[in-house]
């Protein structure tokens, strides 16, 4: 998924919710607490509190170029977004 995808999905959403990253379809999720960006990526990385969507948003608002791929530092690893879910009982958005 490409960094204008997701903001255009988003953009008509409350902007506290909270973002997530969701390995796989079982019930475990962890919170998103880091964005950087660089010329290949917008790389978030895992940590105790979740970044809202307010905040990111904010960090992005200055990019000229939003057609860089969304991508995740988890364990070790650089792993490609494919999708949301949003869960607007819990104001949570995940990352798959």
Known sequence: ???SSFLQLT???NKNYS???RPDKKRKFYPLNKVTI???GAY???GNS???LASFKQIVATLHHKKLPLLIKYQ???IKIYGIQI???HQRIYLF
């Open 19 to 21: 973002l997530f990253y």
């Open 50 to 52: 979740s970044k809202t």
């Open 44 to 46: 978030f990385s895992t």
């Open 76 to 78: 070790n690893k650089i």
């Open 38 to 40: 660089t010329s290949t």
């Open 87 to 89: 869960d607007m009982e």
């Open 11 to 13: 953009n008509d959403l």
């Open 1 to 3: 998924m490409q960094l």
